[in-house]
């Protein structure tokens, strides 16, 4: 049994509102909550949804949960969140790991957090070693079910959803989510050390070709539109070397400085999605172990891959317990 606070409240509503599809959606607080529970958990919150809408018990949501995490979840991890859950002090050994991350030097130079402030994204340069993104990349190329070596297997689609890869709780990609590197530039962002890691899938986005075209997602926000939309920090890491051609990420810089205005300027009633200034779109080229960063205002995306080899990616980003969003 999984001793953590909020899990139970969770399940009943969730498998509650799968039957009842008009039911009153989520408050910005139990998302949050929910958020926090899940990605705390190790668990996706896609994932945590698909299981949920076979409607298991509580008992088995909890097995397979345990399951996700190799039969058992550090006693640590519990502790931490559900501290984190009540909104009570974190023990000993989780304050001296935090305290650890903050008296790390910055990862952020000066320029970076310049960038950051001015364009809404910057690049953490070498944030994995080479060796991790190698490792890492080798089990998207296997979860798909293609060789780096046939270009013929790239395109059976498997365990993909668009140019994502269902794949989540995967070794390979523990390193990132566990990185005190990236844990300190997103630190720097977040002015916090007190961050959740998410859990989230891969990404694999082969060349076009004749019979396969790109499949989106095109330039679009993660967020609603029709609040204010808070600060917050997405991520995604490049596993091989990205060109700009080459299916690389893709947003428009400055938006997060000007999407308010933007917005009270578009005609009554119009879908922001279909007036996004697509000229202004930038594709960000960067290395195999790079970590792009980009604020949740700016309209991003990928783009089709006109070069001669996969994009192949890790999604990640940390965020503060109970953020509101």
Sequence with gaps: MIEVAH????????????????????????WARDKLLLHGLGVGLEQAARYLAASPS???????????????????????????????????????????????????????????????????????????????????????GADPADAGTWYSRRN??????????????????????????????????????????????????????????NLHWDSDLTRPVPFDVQGVLYLVDVEAEQGAFTCIPRFHRELEGWLRGLPRGANPADHIPKERAVAVAASAGDLILWH?????GSRPNRAARPRVVQYLTMFPPLRIP
């Design 7 to 30: 899990l139970e409240r969770y399940w009943s509503r969730t498998v509650a509102k799968m039957s009842r599809p008009g039911a009153a959606p989520r408050s910005a607080e139990e």
């Design 58 to 144: 509580f008992e088995d949501f909890e097995q397979w949960i345990a399951d996700r995490n190799g039969g058992a979840i550090d006693p640590a991890r519990l502790r931490r969140l559900n501290a984190a859950l009540l909104a009570e002090p974190y023990d000993a050994a989780t304050t001296r790991w935090l305290a650890s991350i903050d008296a790390l030097p910055p990862v952020l130079t000066a320029a970076d957090l310049a960038q950051w402030n001015e364009e809404g994204f910057v690049i953490v340069r070498g944030a994995v070693s080479q060796s991790e993104a190698e490792e890492a990349c080798a089990a998207v190329y296997e979860t798909v």
């Design 160 to 217: 993909m959803q668009g140019i994502m890869v269902q794949m989540f709780q995967h070794p390979a990609f523990q390193p990132a989510r566990t990185s005190p590197r990236i844990h300190k530039a997103l630190a720097q962002l977040w002015g916090t050390v007190d961050l959740f890691a998410t859990t989230d899938r891969g990404g694999f986005n082969p060349p076009e070709r004749d019979g396969f075209c790109f499949p989106g997602p």
């Design 296 to 300: 949740r205002a700016l309209p991003h």
